[in-house]
């Protein structure tokens, strides 16, 4: 009996191997045909402008070289007299743009024709070419990140911690690469103020969405995540661990505007976590508070003098973001109404 067991767990993993190789293969494969895609669109765009500069062809070269191309490789999509135009602009808006030019090929032809379109700065461009071929942005994923504005929230911002003087230099710069300044959790489908417990429990359901908003690296650990000191029960709203930090990250949830004490609060749950929960090769545990609202000087005094790396984020449940990005969400005085108000009709029924 022991020998067969042996032999059906050699087998197990042997299947395993072979299916995460063939994975890896189809996706070599798939980068490979879009890499050669992106080179031949790029090769047409250059004879294009080349061409057209060398030869002084005007406009009506893109229309026959559509017709011919169309003609000598029938059923072959992409060489519409639009997508020949589109080639074309994609080898003027990045020529000479080398880091560019490289992150192009990175991604499909779709995504690139949308921060074409919707992006005209370079810097902003090389942030969404760079976040959509590390965590393989589908188009939609893309389009509601642009719409998002999470470059401006995720790279111009000023966010707002203390890793700088809690963490080693190198991580430090990491963990402030992992997080936001503002998270957009429109897709939670919350039209007025709720309780922490409400938004967790709508988070914990629409966790693959809470993990791509949070961005690359973040495995979800557990919400109400039990730790237990001397008898003692705690609960953090939301553990997760971010595989390039190679820490824990304990996300706490506040429907009202920031207050110093959740600092403190915060800064005594990462202690817990890094005595009773932390491997021994693991990076020291990181603590990001998300609250409705928060008065960045406020902030700033709260963190100085806590010894654990803390970070304090706003969230939104819409598309309308905070003033220096937009909008701004209800004030903590009216967001307490509107739950008090909640309760006081769940008694009366």
């Known amino acids: 009996m022991s020998d067969l067991f042996s032999v059906t767990g050699a087998y197990a993993d042997m299947l395993r191997s072979i299916k995460a190789a063939v994975r890896d293969s189809r996706l070599l494969v798939q980068r490979t045909v879009n890499r050669n895609l992106i080179d031949l669109y790029w090769t047409i765009g250059h004879e294009i402008v080349q061409r057209q500069e060398t030869e002084g062809w005007g406009k009506s070269v893109v229309e026959r070289l559509s017709s011919d191309l169309c003609r000598e490789f029938p059923g072959t999509s992409g060489f519409s007299a639009r997508n020949l135009w589109d080639m074309r602009r994609l080898y003027e808006e990045y020529d000479g743009e080398p880091e560019l030019r490289q992150l192009v090929a990175e991604i499909p032809w779709g995504q690139n024709l949308l921060i074409l379109n919707m992006v005209k700065d370079l810097a902003a461009r090389a942030y969404y070419l760079r976040m959509t071929a590390e965590q393989g942005w589908s188009r939609n994923i893309l389009l509601n990140q642009l719409k998002g504005k999470a470059y401006e929230r995720h790279a111009l911002a000023e966010k707002q911690h203390n890793f700088a003087a809690t963490l080693p230099e190198h991580l430090a710069g990491q963990a402030d690469e992992a997080m936001k300044d503002v998270y957009l959790l ?128 706003e969230y939104t449940l819409t598309h309308d973001l905070p003033k220096e990005l937009a909008g701004k969400l209800p004030d903590a005085k009216q967001i307490e109404a509107e739950i008090l108000r909640e309760l006081g009709e769940e008694v009366e029924g």
């Open 186 to 313: 429109d897709f939670l489908g919350i039209g007025k103020p709720v309780v922490e417990r409400e938004m967790e429990r709508r988070m914990v359901n629409r966790i693959k969405d809470v993990i791509l908003e949070l961005g690359y690296g973040f495995a979800f650990l557990g919400n109400q995540y039990r730790v237990n000191l001397e008898g003692k029960d705690y609960f953090i709203d939301l553990l997760f661990y971010h595989r390039r930090l190679k820490s824990l990250v304990a996300v706490e949830l506040k429907s009202g505007v920031f207050l110093p004490e959740y600092a403190g609060k915060m800064n005594f749950y990462l202690n817990l976590l890094d005595d009773l929960v932390r491997e021994p090769d693991e990076n020291p545990s990181i603590g990001i508070i998300l609250c409705a609202d928060r008065n960045r000087v406020e902030v700033e005094y709260a963190l100085r003098g806590i010894n654990k790396p803390v970070g304090v984020a």
